[in-house]
């Protein structure tokens, strides 16, 4: 009994042993089954998340080159325009300074201008005063015929007529002249040296003003002491009326006496032009 126990046992055994040598031999050939989807889903996602960082840093890298090189660019355009700057900076200051220099010479050039024209009047008023030496009536003479020119002034000497002093004055303003006003010794010498045919009296152009209770020129100004000799300062000191000229000396007379006159009114200028022959 035991034997057959055990003999049945043992092909039982024997069954099961190669039941499961058929089950590993059939296992072999059919392989391990197939991973989870689960992890291959994981595994490529860990892969396409390595590959965008990848893809991120190589484009980091890219733009932080780019970045980099603009930049330097930059910095050197900057630097340009910073030179660019200070080049402009540094022609303004000269150029200011040049400016500040153009007054001076200006004035310089203009005075030189003014001397040169000065000058060049001056020669054509004594080539004038020659040309008329020899010819009175020359085109370049600035005062009108019948009027004597000396300096800058015409004069009329009225040696036919008498007038008191205010008709002798209103002749004048019809002339656009003005009684004469003696403003230095040099012309008091010449109304002096003029010929003087008939009447050695001659109205000028200074009176008593009673308001002020001075002498006044026609024009409102006041007499020069040094045109007067002593006797003359004497005699318009003390006296009230209207002055004349007498013999290259000044005195003075009641202005309604009637004597002759010498108006006085400006030359006109010399033109190069009027001395050619």
């Known amino acids: 009994m035991s034997e057959e126990v055990t003999y049945a046992t043992l092909t039982f055994q024997d069954s099961v042993a190669a039941g499961s040598n058929w089950d590993g031999n059939n296992l072999r050939k059919r392989g391990y089954p197939a991973p989870s989807p689960v992890w291959r889903q994981a595994a490529l996602g860990l892969l396409a998340l390595c590959l965008m960082l990848l893809i991120g840093l190589v484009t980091l890298g890219i733009m932080f080159l780019q970045t980099s090189n603009e930049f330097n660019s930059d910095s050197e355009k900057l630097s340009q325009l910073q030179k660019v700057i200070h080049e402009q900076q540094d022609n303004l200051s000269q150029q200011l300074s040049n400016h500040r220099s153009f007054p001076t010479e ?6 030189q ?8 009047g001056q020669m054509a008023i004594k080539l004038c005063q020659e040309l008329i030496t020899h010819t009175s009536d020359h085109k370049c003479n600035p005062c009108p015929k019948t009027w004597q020119w000396y300096q800058s002034s015409c004069y009329y000497f009225a040696t036919n007529e008498e007038k008191t002093w205010l008709n002798s004055r209103k002749n004048c303003v019809d002339k656009n002249a003005t009684l004469v006003k003696i403003d230095s010794l040099e012309e008091k010498d010449f109304l002096k040296s003029q010929p003087i045919p008939k009447f050695p009296f001659f109205w000028l152009g200074l009176s008593w003003d009673p308001s002020g209770r001075r002498w006044l020129w026609e024009d409102g100004s006041v007499p020069t002491p040094s045109l007067f000799s002593a006797n003359e ?6 006296s009230k009326g209207c002055a004349y000229f007498q013999k290259g000396s000044i005195y003075i007379s009641r202005c309604s006496a009637e004597i002759s006159w010498i108006c006085e009114k400006t030359a006109a200028s010399v033109k190069i032009g009027d001395l050619d022959e």
Do not use: F, H
């Not at 200006?106 to 005075?111: I, V």
């Not at 201008?113 to 060049?120: E, F, H």
């Open 233 to 238: 300062s004497a005699q318009v000191n003390g």
């Open 113 to 120: 201008i003014s001397s040169l024209l000065k000058r060049q």
């Open 106 to 111: 200006e004035a310089s050039l203009q005075s």
